[in-house]
């Protein structure tokens, strides 16, 4: 049986080229240089699948806050309320982070977590 990478319209034969051995950006795959037979990583579409795994990754986290934050408003708790809008902030923040444009590869991409205490995958 052959197995076939398609990358776009076109198919490639998988033992004829050397495919990246993680798939995190599999939807970011390009069709590898006329000198290569190697499948490349478009950076900009990992970098926006990336901010994409961020968002998802602070739902949670918002939920959280979102609950802290109404009990500090029933409160009156207007310090807490500022600590919590501002931790809030950060996560909108978070997929326009600096690490994210300047990651020249999938690995440095990858580290890029920006979001405390969560592990974006």
């Known amino acids: 049986m052959t197995t076939f990478v398609k990358i776009g319209a076109t198919s490639y034969k998988?033992?004829?080229?050397t495919v990246p051995?993680?798939?995190?950006?599999?939807?970011a795959w390009s069709a590898p240089a006329a000198d290569t037979t190697v499948i490349q990583i478009d950076?900009?579409?990992a970098r926006k699948i990336w901010q994409d795994k961020i968002r998802a990754a602070r739902k949670t986290e918002f939920e959280?806050?979102?609950?802290l934050y109404m009990r500090a408003l029933e409160a009156g708790n207007t310090?807490?309320?500022?600590?919590?809008?501002?931790?809030?902030?950060?996560?909108r923040d978070a997929p326009t982070n600096s690490g994210i444009a300047a990651a020249t590869?999938?690995?440095?991409?990858?580290a890029?977590?920006?979001?405390?205490?969560?592990?974006v995958v």
């Open 112 to 119: 890029v977590q920006p979001i405390p205490n969560v592990t």
């Open 14 to 17: 998988a033992a004829d080229y």
């Open 79 to 91: 310090s807490d309320q500022a600590t919590i809008a501002a931790q809030k902030q950060a996560l």
């Open 64 to 67: 959280k806050l979102d609950t």
């Open 43 to 45: 950076m900009v579409a």
């Open 105 to 110: 590869t999938p690995d440095e991409l990858k």
């Open 21 to 27: 051995a993680d798939r995190t950006f599999r939807n």
